[in-house]
């Protein structure tokens, strides 16, 4: 149980990186980053491990 949970540990803080990080130089800071829409998907996926 204990390594399933560091698992779903780790696979949230690496989407959570990859949700902040942005592909590409992002010019305009008034607009979110392309990869932060990700998050919402995170919840659902991580509820069906």
């Known amino acids: 149980m204990a390594k ?3 698992a779903l540990a780790a ?3 690496e989407c959570i990186r ?3 990080t ?3 130089r992002h010019d305009d800071s ?3 980053g ?3 829409l990700f998050l919402e998907v ?4 991580a509820s069906k491990l």
């Open 22 to 24: 942005p592909l590409f």
């Open 11 to 13: 696979l949230h803080r």
């Open 4 to 6: 399933q949970r560091e």
């Open 42 to 45: 995170l919840p659902e996926f």
């Open 18 to 20: 990859f949700a902040l």
């Open 34 to 36: 392309p990869n932060l």
């Open 30 to 32: 008034s607009q979110p």
